[in-house]
């Protein structure tokens, strides 16, 4: 070690040693940087199919004896029945700790644990998975282990109940906090009560649901037809295709297809939005409107001009004006989702002094009709460009983000070109595009505004500022929900 540590000084000072005065910049400014290239990598020479159709994304990563091996699978919480709300989130919670086949969940720890094994399982919104990582060295035995919890879960009783009861003690703290009512609240009147997103858990829901509940969901989804696999570490590909085949490939089929996964319906009313929380002293303050979904003909102006107005950094005009020049709030931010399957939203939000809340929504409006009337800066739109376009490659850091992308694609319906032409997408949008989009696709009036905090202090706005929550819209009152039952609490 003393011998390598010796040899990269000298290296390293010789290397310095042939730098001449000429060579280094006498200003920051004048620093050079080679050009950025990055070449997408080619989805389809990662893609194989095993011998019952499966779709299987498989990069090679030498640089640790490991394999990361994920499978993929249509449904999720846009599956639950009516009266089992809470189920896709106890199941993924007690799926993985509750044991399987002949193991008991004690068991199966101290397996995993032996061979240093991580394996993990989740279900989303409308996709789930299960994870195995591994040594390559013992890859098919944490494989007939993996296996038996993908077909023959326990769901143990004890594992069970705990899950349950974090279930439970969650939806006790839902109104502690003002954010999660507000999140709860905002995609209410988004999509709509009855929407499948809102259809949330309560007590009685959760006491109804069963380990064989459990069981029916897991063995509805994890079914040939329905799964995508992404494989990426230190393997050798014909090995990997024969192990694949003889375990995943095994799978019985889908006897008939999952539903489709239900598009909203519902038209938010414009208004203002209040829930009275009295023992806080700042108000939270989300406006906006039901976005798009992918593929929408605005959708790259409407993401530069987006983060122009209130992405994620120190330059974005919401986080300048409203914070560093009014000092009116920590962040404020906009969001503009575009959803693969559904709809996703366009919100712009902030937390500021109950006094505040009014003056900061009208600091905001205010830039939306800046965005809306006028063109960006060239200084603004060559920022946010470099940004989309620099930070691209990051989502292709590893091999198993690479693999895990593209199966992910594959999951959604998301065509592959999409990370192709991203870049190009983005380097074309000009100042005379954003503009547009912005005044076609975000018009103030058709936009709803939720106020969460002490509604009789925000009421009454700053004594130095005009601005009153009531100059933008009419005021509707919603109510705090008990919650175990989600029903609105009354006096």
């Not at 029945?81 to 919670?93: F, M, N, R, S, V």
């Not at 376009?389 to 850091?397: G, L, R, V």
Request: hydrophobic share 40%; net charge negative; aromatic share 8%.
């Amino acid at each position: 070690m003393r011998r390598t540590t010796i040899a990269t000084v000298v290296f390293a000072l010789f290397a310095a040693a042939t730098l001449t005065a000429a060579d280094i910049p006498d200003r920051p400014e004048k620093l050079a940087y080679p050009e950025l290239t990055f070449d997408v990598p080619d989805a389809d020479s990662l893609r194989f199919q095993l011998a019952d159709g499966t779709p299987v994304y498989a990069q090679q990563d030498p640089q640790f004896p490991l394999v990361n091996i994920t499978v993929y699978f249509h449904g999720g919480r846009h599956l639950v029945p009516d009266g089992k709300e809470g189920l896709a989130g106890i199941t993924a919670a007690a799926w993985r700790t509750g044991g399987a086949g002949e193991r008991t969940a004690q068991e199966l720890d101290e397996e995993l644990d032996f061979l240093a094994a991580n394996l993990g399982t989740n279900i989303g919104d409308v996709w789930g998975s299960a994870s195995l990582n591994v040594l390559s060295k013992d890859l098919e035995a944490a494989m007939a282990i993996f296996m038996e919890v993908l077909t023959e879960p326990r769901f143990q009783q004890d594992r069970f109940d705990k899950a349950k009861e974090n279930a439970l003690q969650a939806m006790k703290q839902r109104n502690d906090d003002t954010a999660d009512i507000e999140a709860r609240e905002w995609s209410r009147l988004i999509y709509g009560e009855d929407y499948w997103l809102n259809r949330l858990a309560t007590q009685a829901s959760v006491d109804s649901i069963t380990t064989s509940d459990c069981r029916e969901f897991v063995q509805s989804m994890l079914r040939s037809g329905n799964l995508v696999v992404a494989v990426a570490g230190d393997f050798e590909p014909a090995e990997l295709e024969a192990l694949l085949n003889s375990t995943i490939g095994s799978l019985p089929p889908l006897e008939e297809p999952l539903p489709a996964i239900q598009q909203p319906s519902h038209t938010p009313e414009p208004g203002v939005y209040v829930i009275n929380k009295e023992d806080v002293n700042q108000g939270r303050v989300s406006i906006g409107r039901l976005s798009y979904r992918l593929g929408h003909p605005d959708q790259f102006p409407l993401a530069v001009g987006n983060d122009i107005l209130g992405g994620y950094g120190f330059t974005a005009r919401m986080m300048k004006r409203i914070r560093s020049d009014e000092g009116l709030a920590y962040g404020a931010y906009s969001s503009l989702g575009f959803q693969v399957t559904y709809p996703g939203t366009y919100r712009a939000f902030y937390q500021s002094k109950s006094s505040t809340c009014a003056y900061a929504a009208e600091i905001y409006f205010g830039i939306l009709e800046e965005m809306r009337t006028a063109n960006a800066t060239e200084e603004e739109i060559t920022t946010t460009k470099a940004s989309f376009i620099e930070t691209f490659p990051n989502q292709f850091a590893s091999a198993a983000q690479v693999v895990g992308l593209y199966a992910i694609d594959e999951i959604l319906g998301r065509d592959h070109s999409y990370w192709v032409d991203y870049r190009d997408n983005i380097a074309a949008v000009t100042v005379a595009q954003i503009q547009q989009a912005m005044k076609k696709n975000l018009d103030p009036d058709t936009m709803i505004m939720l106020v969460v905090g002490n509604i009789e202090e925000i009421m009454k706005g700053h004594p130095e500022h005009d601005a009153r929550i009531t100059d933008f819209g009419e005021i509707k009152e919603l109510p705090l929900r008990d919650p175990l039952t989600l029903e609105p609490i009354t006096e």
